[in-house]
């Protein structure tokens, strides 16, 4: 299996552009989770979705953020327009939700984002 | 209110000494999902573990211990001599109900391993 994939590993972009991040979720896993890691928050969940429905976004920190999940191999984090305090790692991860317990989420490597 | 607490920031020991990470816990569930994960310097998170609230018998890998007191909300984590490979970031993590399906993370204890 591939693991989740996440791209681009790294973007660096000035303040006010639009960022857009990319993940696709190992085939057959119904969840699909955004976590963003910073020194301050440490791991925080942005948003989750089940069978490409968003069904938490109470951690998206402002109307700036936005995610979508068109189908079940692919899901998008949208930053519009970006500030200098959303430079982080996002993690976008994958899970079956329970089979046998709360499965473990699957993470992917993360892309860093600088915002200048 | 922080749900899952690693007191312990940073650890540092020489090749070859155990060291054990703590991890307390808070939650007012009877089912809950407890997990450990690693994430070195390269960055990725990595999946080690996961324990559910009905189960309190610890838990031997290798190298890699869990030991799970449900008497004092403790998931703690001992690596036995351990390796340079060894050197990163763990952390603890809370999933609370039967079928909550995210993942309340701690603040992470960096371990430095030296040669």
């Known amino acids: 299996d591939a693991g989740v994939i996440q791209s681009p590993r790294h973007e660096v972009t000035e303040m006010g552009q639009e960022v857009t991040l990319r993940c696709k979720p190992i085939?057959?896993?119904?969840?699909l989770f955004w976590y963003r890691q910073t020194m301050m928050r440490g791991l925080e969940l942005l948003i989750y979705?089940?069978?490409?429905?968003?069904?938490?976004d109470s951690g998206m920190p402002e109307d700036r953020f936005s995610a979508k999940m068109p189908n079940a191999s692919f899901s998008t984090l949208k930053i519009q327009p970006s500030e200098p305090r959303d430079s982080a790692v996002y993690f976008c991860?994958?899970?079956?939700?329970?089979?046998?317990?709360?499965?473990?989420?699957?993470f992917g490597n993360g892309t860093r984002l600088t915002v200048t | 209110a922080q749900k899952v607490t690693q007191a312990q920031t940073e650890i540092s020991v020489v090749e070859k000494e155990d060291v054990t990470l703590d991890c307390v816990y808070e939650t007012r569930d009877t089912t809950y999902y407890l997990f450990w994960y690693k994430q070195p310097p390269s960055g990725e998170l990595v999946f080690l573990i996961r324990r559910n609230s009905f189960d309190e018998q610890n838990e031997i890998s290798g190298r890699y211990s869990w030991n799970f007191q449900k008497s004092t909300s403790s998931f703690n984590f001992t690596i036995t001599a351990s390796q340079v490979v060894d050197s990163a970031v763990y952390f603890c993590?809370?999933?609370?109900?039967?079928?909550?399906?995210?993942?309340?993370f701690g603040a992470g204890t960096t371990v430095t391993v030296r040669a």
């Open positions: 979705f089940n069978n490409n429905v968003p069904i938490d």
């Open positions: 993590a809370l999933s609370e109900g039967p079928n909550d399906y995210k993942l309340s």
């Open positions: 991860a994958s899970s079956l939700g329970v089979v046998a317990g709360v499965e473990p989420l699957h």
């Open positions: 085939s057959g896993h119904d969840y």
